[in-house]
Each structure stands twice: as structure tokens, then as C-alpha cells.
């Protein structure tokens, strides 16, 4: 079974800052999605942004970036320039490739991010 | 292009109790998932529904259970409600083969048992 790890329940970021969320994952398939969702106070999970496996080249979504690590199965988010806005829990999540049956999202147990003005 | 929309935004119920919640997926999807979301926790996955059919099961018990409607709308319904049953329940529809397969996520139902 896939396992999401995030080790920072909390982070803090000054305005307009750069900030850096951990996420780390478990699995023995070679072939699988990467995605950040972010959840505002509203409580509705919107995505971030999001990474295919076999893709080497790190995504980018404007100020959201990933350092995507295969090797080390390692997959961490970068916000450029914070803007208040992007005060949030943020939650990684792995979902398998493999297609009917297998298209459930795992996630981890989120990182509370608030930007300091 | 309408999004994912779920019905009620909030519901209070008893222990022992029966719960429905609907979700309309995304205009064009065809899969819709249900997750469940404690206090402090990420979603947890209790199934998936792909064109009418179940086609995926979390580790939840039977009395969880759903359907998918021909316009790919969905229920789920719990019986016999427990206390630890209070939590966000999330509704995710998506396109496979499209976007990586990405799930879009309603704004959630929350239910409290009391």
C-alpha cells in the first residue's frame, strides 16, 4: 500500500517570501500522479498542482513549483513571492497510474501554512 | 463549465441514524470518489463509482454505501451512524484519460453525529 508522509504539520512564511513544504511517499510502482491540493478555510480542496512520474522535468503552475526526487521519492512545493491568499492547508497526494480500480487519491496528513504580513 | 457541487453543505444527525449526501460531478466527468475527512486529518478514500458501477473500495464498512446515477450524479448513504462518522465527506469527479485523471473536489458535506 502507497503511504504520503508530510513532517511539517505547520509553516510560516513572511509576505512575498519563499516557502518550501515537504512531502515524501512510499510505493513500489514505477508509474504514478503527484498532486498538492490546497484547502482554504472554505474547505473545498483545490488543486496546486500536479506531476507525472515518468516526467523528469519539475511542473510549474506560476508560483508553484515541485522538486520532484524519484530516487528518493521525494516531492516538495515551493511558493514564490507568498501572498496572503495562499494561507491554507496544503495536502500531497500519490494516485497509481493504473487505470479501473486503482484511481484513488492517498493523501498525506496536510501542512497549515499562514503568511505573515 | 460548472464544477462539482455537493448537497447539504451541513447536516446534524443521531447516532443510530441514516445519512444521504449528493454530489452533481463536473460537467463531462464520468468517475466520481468519496472521500472522508476527520478534524485535523487528510481525505481518506471510501469508493469510487465509474459509470454506474463501483470500481474501488476504501477501508470502510458495508454500511457505507453509494450510487452513481446516468448523468454520473451520486449518493452516499450511511446507516446506522456512529459518532466517529462526524466528519467532512468530500465528492471528487474526474475524466479518465484526461489531465492525468485528475479529481476535482466539491466543497464538501459536513455531518455531525451526535
Known amino acids: 500500500a502507497q503511504t504520503v508522509t508530510q513532517s511539517q504539520p505547520e509553516m510560516s512564511v513572511q509576505e512575498a517570501e519563499t516557502v518550501t513544504l515537504s512531502c515524501t511517499y512510499d510505493?513500489?510502482?514505477?508509474?504514478?500522479?503527484l498532486f498538492w491540493y490546497k484547502q482554504p478555510p472554505s474547505r473545498q480542496m483545490i488543486l496546486v498542482i500536479r506531476q507525472e512520474a515518468y516526467k523528469q522535468q519539475n511542473a510549474t503552475e506560476n508560483r508553484f513549483s515541485v522538486n520532484f526526487q524519484k530516487a528518493a521519492k521525494s516531492f516538495s512545493l515551493k511558493i514564490s513571492d507568498s501572498q496572503l491568499g495562499d494561507a491554507a492547508m496544503y495536502f500531497c497526494?500519490?494516485?497509481?497510474?493504473?487505470?479501473?480500480?486503482?484511481?484513488?487519491?492517498?493523501f498525506g496528513t496536510g501542512t497549515r501554512l499562514t503568511i505573515i504580513p | 463549465e460548472t464544477g462539482v457541487t455537493q448537497s447539504p453543505t451541513h447536516l446534524i444527525k443521531t447516532r443510530g441514524q441514516q445519512v444521504t449526501l449528493r454530489c452533481s460531478s463536473q460537467?463531462?466527468?464520468?468517475?466520481v470518489s468519496w472521500y472522508q475527512q476527520a478534524l485535523g486529518q487528510g481525505p481518506q478514500f471510501i469508493f469510487q463509482y465509474y459509470r454506474e458501477e463501483e470500481n474501488g473500495r476504501g477501508n470502510f464498512p458495508p454500511r457505507f454505501s453509494g450510487l452513481q446515477f446516468p448523468n454520473y450524479s451520486s449518493e452516499l448513504n450511511v446507516n446506522a451512524l456512529e459518532l466517529d462518522d462526524s466528519a467532512l465527506y468530500l465528492c471528487?469527479?474526474?475524466?479518465?484519460?484526461?489531465?492525468?485523471?485528475?479529481?476535482?473536489f466539491g466543497p464538501g458535506t459536513r455531518l455531525l453525529v451526535l
Open positions: 471528487a469527479s474526474s475524466l479518465p484519460g484526461s489531465l492525468q485523471e485528475t479529481q476535482y
Open positions: 510505493t513500489s510502482e514505477s508509474d504514478y500522479y
Open positions: 460537467s463531462g466527468h464520468n468517475t
Open positions: 497526494a500519490y494516485r497509481s497510474a493504473l487505470s479501473f480500480g486503482n484511481e484513488k487519491l492517498t
